[in-house]
């Protein structure tokens, strides 16, 4: 009988990558399933119809963004393609970085590229 060799690390990391990784798809089958029971297969968006192999293209989409809210009547879900639900979350994110009146809410640049012109150009008189 050979001895166990104890467990390292990086055993525990992948051990506890995989548990996150079995409980996000089973989280994630359950509200599919139930959505896909719910709606018709037609993404929201784009208005494509989806069966056979190509279901696996329509997404459950978040309607508030929160994955952990998922209420059994469906209301914050709808059935998105990959590509229609890729472009719902960049266009969330774009909207975040910008105030009610659609200003950036990025700090102002500090950058003057054009400061020593001045003086470059009085030289050359």
Request: proline share 5%; glycine share 6%; net charge neutral.
């Amino acid at each position: 009988m050979t001895p166990k060799k104890p467990q390292t690390q990086g055993d525990k990391l992948d051990k506890i990558i995989a548990e996150a990784r079995r409980y996000q798809e089973s989280r994630e089958i359950t509200y599919r399933e139930q959505a896909l029971k719910m709606f018709p297969w037609i993404c929201g968006r784009c208005g494509r119809e989806f069966s056979g192999k190509r279901l696996r293209e329509l997404t459950v989409h978040h309607k508030d963004h929160n994955h952990e809210n998922n209420p059994p009547d469906g209301s914050n879900w709808e059935l998105l393609c990959i590509y229609c639900h890729d472009m719902e979350h960049q266009r969330y994110l774009e909207e975040e970085g910008y105030d009610e009146a659609g200003r950036s809410q990025d700090a102002a640049s500090s950058y003057r590229p054009f400061a020593c012109l001045e003086a470059l150009l009085k030289d050359k008189k």
